[in-house]
């Protein structure tokens, strides 16, 4: 499956461009909600506070998860739902605050054992700045770059994939070294291997 147009304003919808769940028609082209988690403010429910394409900030909640100041029906942690990593969420929906001034938020239906599964909430673990970056460059870097080396240009197929995300090739162990360092690689590294993933 080819990466969405992560240009499109209609396929990647801010907090303020999503419907409201008062909204019942169903929307006619599939679209995400993208947006980096900013902070852990779980009290009764586990809520990320997150900060959208428009730097508008949101609260994502579930609707049957319960937290404690001591525990949580779900590690956050180890699911990557920590500040400086993104959600990628499919035809999201916004609960309008009835009262007026009090800020709406994104709901997640269920609990413990269907929360990933029924929402197709994915983790991208990265900052949304690189997020972005990584998909308005995906067909220069990964799909023309397929017999590129990632760090000097030079052609050929006897290339080394990188390991982490087998997305960029290299020509040799030197390259690989800058490309990582010098180039960048680090920062996206993670963030190619769940696009891989998310659009295999
Ligand atoms: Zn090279
Ligand atoms: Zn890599």
Redesign the pocket.
Same mark, same amino acid.
């Given at each position: 499956m080819p990466l969405p147009d992560f240009t499109s304003p209609t396929t990647f919808k801010t907090f303020n461009t999503i419907p409201s769940t008062l909204d019942s028609t169903a929307p006619s082209e599939s679209y995400y909600l993208l947006a980096e988690i900013k902070e852990n403010l779980s009290l009764t429910r586990p809520t990320l506070i997150c900060s959208d394409l428009s730097s508008t900030s949101f609260a994502l909640t579930w609707s049957e998860l319960n937290a404690s100041p001591h525990q949580s029906d779900v590690d956050f942690k180890a699911l990557g739902l920590k500040k400086g990593n993104c959600i990628l969420l499919p035809n999201a929906k916004r609960t309008d605050s009835v009262d007026e001034g009090k800020q709406g938020k994104v709901v997640i239906p269920g609990g413990k054992y269907e929360w990933e599964a029924q929402s197709g909430l994915k983790v991208i673990p990265g900052k949304l700045e690189k997020v972005v970056e990584v998909g308005q460059d995906w067909e220069f870097t990964v799909v023309e770059g397929e017999n590129t080396c990632g760090n000097c240009g030079k052609e050929g197929e006897e290339l080394a994939k +990188?390991?982490?995300?087998?997305?960029?090739g290299y020509c040799s162990k030197e390259c690989q070294v800058k490309g990582w360092t010098e180039g960048g690689?680090k920062s996206? +590294?993670k963030i190619?291997?769940s696009f891989k993933e998310t659009w295999p």
């Open positions: +990188c390991t982490g995300c087998r997305g960029v690689h996206v +590294c190619i291997k």
